[in-house]
């Protein structure tokens, strides 16, 4: 069965719901928990959301 507004994850191929999601949120695989950031909900689109770097105040 095909579900409609679901991406398949980057890391695992496992299908990722996008139903109710906006592009830029981020969301977690449900098979393997990769972090995943939204880029298309019109076409399910997702990628591995971006590492965010730790700012030291420096």
């Known amino acids: 069965m095909v579900v409609q507004n679901a991406a398949h994850c980057p890391e695992c191929d496992a ?3 996008l139903a ?3 592009v830029g949120e981020i969301v977690y695989c449900p098979d393997c928990n990769a972090e995943l950031e939204v880029l298309n909900v019109e076409q399910p ?3 591995l959301a971006p590492e965010v770097a730790e ?3 420096e």
Do not use: S
């Open 15 to 17: 299908e990722v719901t």
């Open 20 to 22: 109710g999601l906006l």
């Open 55 to 57: 700012d030291w105040g």
């Open 45 to 47: 689109e997702v990628a």
